[in-house]
């Protein structure tokens, strides 16, 4: 599966956006979709995860009731949802594919996006 992330930008503390992650190919709806994000100088942390049929989402303890994961199988799209964002999740975002459900590190996850900056300023 390949897959194309957009919808970063330069927002506000405070402020909100939407990330969207486009895959290809028939199979998306087989596979657990999770999105990651890689601050300057550190490592991949993991965001939040949603499982093939939406039955379960998984968030970090930093993003939790501010984020909001969520996909459309019938569009090959998942997407996540950033309110109140803070200068701390200032990060390149990508979104990634594996077939082992609530995964939270990244050697787990097979396919990966190119990223989609997100800033947020203060």
């Known amino acids: 599966v390949q897959l194309q992330a957009s919808g970063g930008g330069l927002v506000q503390a405070g402020g909100s956006l939407r990330l969207s992650c486009a895959a290809s190919g028939r199979t998306f709806s087989t596979y657990h979709m999770a999105w990651f994000r890689q601050a300057p100088g550190k490592e991949r942390e993991f965001v939040a995860s949603i499982s093939m049929r939406a039955g379960g989402t998984y968030y970090a303890e930093s993003v939790k009731g501010r984020f909001s994961i969520s996909r459309d199988n019938a569009k090959n799209t998942v997407y996540l949802q950033m309110n109140s964002l803070k200068p701390e999740d200032t990060a390149v975002y990508y979104c990634?594919?594996?077939?082992?459900?609530?995964?939270?590190?990244?050697?787990?996850?097979?396919?990966w996006g190119q990223g989609t900056q997100v800033t947020v300023s203060s």
């Open positions: 990634a594919a594996n077939r082992v459900s609530g995964a939270t590190i990244p050697r787990s996850y097979d396919y």
